[in-house]
């Protein structure tokens, strides 16, 4: 067994079986990071449930399950890996050329969106929204709020909009270090925080990771602002449970408190500094007071205000 590393809600271990390779994971009381963030290990039942999902509803971007431990609050599932494997993350990071990830990853959400938004769908394993909010809400907004009062009223309406909504099994960490690209097929993990809730979670959360790194490498702003378009163009057709025109305006509500949450949240990304972390605050502070209505204004306006950012570092 070798330990694997990456991420903070987890342990998680490549474990050899003879021939065979598995990957275990198992969910921690207390998360590795350096806040005091507690969350109730009986999360990784709803993780096992999401995946099985996943593997109905877009079989062509399964991972195998091996089974799980209700006592043990863990389960095995294959480890993924190939010449044709990637971590789309180290992509992106690498300022490496798309490859239709976006556009992949935004069909992939919104099939499975559209099916559990289907009133034959079995929701009794993801009335998980107090998991959820221990893990998301309170994390990301609730601690956000206590950072930026003057913004409080606005994050806690999004936080109350986020638990009360049963729209669609969100994943609830759409982020590119959990998703591996395998065959130009997006696989999806480590959904901990799968609940019924509302649709603008898993875009904005997905969106705001290609935002923060369009913010770390100015070369690459271009190409990703058309990922964030790529993404949407591939969501929306799937939104059959509201108008896609109202479920856009609530991404452009949330991302840019999500883009807050990401310097000043318990749980900040690593490749920030602190000159790019300000300009993220620049950013989203005002956006959080009046956000526009699309994400072709919403990314037209990053635009210009990060020039006349960079202007004024140089």
């Known amino acids: 067994m070798t330990p694997l590393t990456g991420g903070v809600a987890s342990d998680i271990a490549s474990l ?7 990957c275990v994971k ?8 350096a806040a005091d ?22 079989p062509e971007s399964a991972v195998r ?15 993924v890996t190939g010449a044709e494997t990637y971590l789309w993350k180290t992509a992106l990071l690498e300022g490496q050329p798309a490859k239709g990830e976006a556009r992949a990853v935004g069909d992939m959400v919104g099939r499975i969106h559209a099916a559990s938004a289907k009133p034959n769908f079995d929701r009794s394993f993801f009335w998980n929204r107090d998991d959820f909010r221990a893990l998301r809400i309170e994390p990301y907004l609730s601690f956000t709020a206590e950072q930026h009062r003057h913004l409080a009223p606005q994050l806690h309406d999004l936080a109350d909009m986020l ?9 609830g960490d759409v982020s590119p270090k959990n998703i591996l690209i395998r065959h130009g097929r997006p696989i999806i993990l480590d959904a901990e925080c799968a609940t019924m809730g509302d649709a603008s979670f898993d875009p904005s959360f997905c969106l705001n990771h290609l935002i923060l790194k369009a913010v770390h490498l100015p070369a690459q702003r271009t190409a990703l602002y058309d990922e964030v378009a790529q993404f949407w163009r591939a969501y ?6 509201e ?12 991302l840019p408190a999500l883009m807050l949450a ?11 500094g602190t000159p790019r972390r300000e300009q993220v605050r620049k950013l989203a502070l005002p956006l959080i007071g009046n956000p526009p209505a699309t994400l072709s204004d919403f990314v037209q306006t990053l635009t210009s205000r990060l020039k006349e950012l960079d202007a004024w570092q140089r």
């Open 236 to 241: 929306a057709p799937h939104v059959s449970w």
């Open 262 to 272: 990401r310097v000043d949240g318990k749980s900040p990304v690593e490749y920030l």
């Open 65 to 79: 399950l091996y089974g799980r431990s209700d006592s043990a609050h863990g389960f095995v599932m294959e480890f």
């Open 16 to 22: 050899k079986v003879g021939d065979a390779r598995y």
């Open 37 to 58: 963030w507690r969350a109730p290990r009986h999360r990784n039942a709803a993780e096992y449930a999401w995946l099985e999902v996943a593997a109905r509803v877009v």
């Open 243 to 254: 108008d896609a025109s109202d479920l856009e305006a609530r991404i452009c509500r949330l």
């Open 26 to 33: 198992f969910a921690l009381p207390k998360l590795k990071v």
């Open 163 to 171: 638990y009360d909504s049963t729209q669609v099994l969100v994943h």
